[in-house]
């Protein structure tokens, strides 16, 4: 009599099962440090969109875009009601480097609905971000991420420069802004939200005393714009992004 195979043993597949037990014992099957192990999903919601795969900080997370944008407020007032909102588990300003992350999974998942929102919203109302830039007199110009909140971080490097298209000369200038250097991947990325080339604007000079700025996404018709060079008192709406924890 012949004996059937069960399909499922403890509820693991039987069918593939050495072959899978040996790929994950093979370091050269294993998913490199700091790759995209998950693929960027976005899934539509009454008032917000989740967006998984987003590679921010070192680690893919899952993340949620508000259909509403945060009221406009300097980047000092933005600061202080992203940190209360996110002590209530609500929408809050993000830095320059989230936003890119964002814009990356968008791209990733080649979502239309979401990029068109994004793309009307960078050329009208040239959102907010907790990234400010402190232009130095001397030695490497200073950039702040997720300013004065909890995890608040900052990398020194030369931002100053000329205002241009970017291009391989600004690729440590841009890993420190946007936590991304590979100049293709983030003129393709650019590409697919606006539908332009990208544009760098900053101080092109070293400053006699410090000078602060805050870097926002200003887009345009026939650009997109990294802009580093905004007043810190000026008002403007933000995204709203929050992490699913």
């Known amino acids: ?33 700091g790759e995209n192990s998950t693929q960027s999903k976005i899934i539509n919601f009454n008032d917000y969109w989740r967006i998984e795969g987003v590679d921010y ?26 940190k209360l909102s996110r002590e209530n588990g609500g929408f809050y300003a993000g830095d320059a480097r989230l936003h890119y992350a964002i814009f990356k999974a968008i791209k990733q998942a080649e979502n239309t609905e979401i990029r068109d929102f994004v793309r009307e919203k960078l050329r009208s109302s040239y959102p907010n971000t907790l990234t400010r830039v402190r232009y130095q007199p001397s030695g490497n110009d200073e950039v702040i991420h997720n300013y004065k909140q909890k995890d608040e971080s ?18 440590e200038c841009l890993e420190i802004l946007l936590g991304a250097k590979d100049i293709k991947e983030i003129k393709e990325v650019s590409g697919f939200i606006n539908g332009t080339r990208t544009h760098i604007w900053r101080l092109n000079s070293i400053p006699k005393n410090l000078d ?6 200003i887009a345009y018709s026939d650009w997109l714009s990294l802009y580093c060079y905004r007043d810190p008192s000026d008002q403007n709406p933000a995204f709203g992004v929050r992490e699913v924890l």
């Open 1 to 33: 009599m012949k004996q059937e195979i069960p399909k499922t043993i403890f509820g693991i597949e039987v069918s593939g099962a050495i072959e899978r037990a040996l790929a994950e014992q093979n370091p050269k099957n294993k998913i490199p440090e």
């Open 57 to 82: 900080n070192q680690k893919t997370g899952i993340y949620e875009l508000s259909k509403e944008l945060i009221p406009s407020a300097t980047q000092e007032e933005l600061a202080q009601l992203s």
């Open 212 to 217: 602060e700025r805050v870097v926002r996404f």
């Open 154 to 171: 900052s990398f020194t490097g030369r931002v100053i420069g000329p205002d241009r298209e970017i291009n391989e000369e600004d690729k």
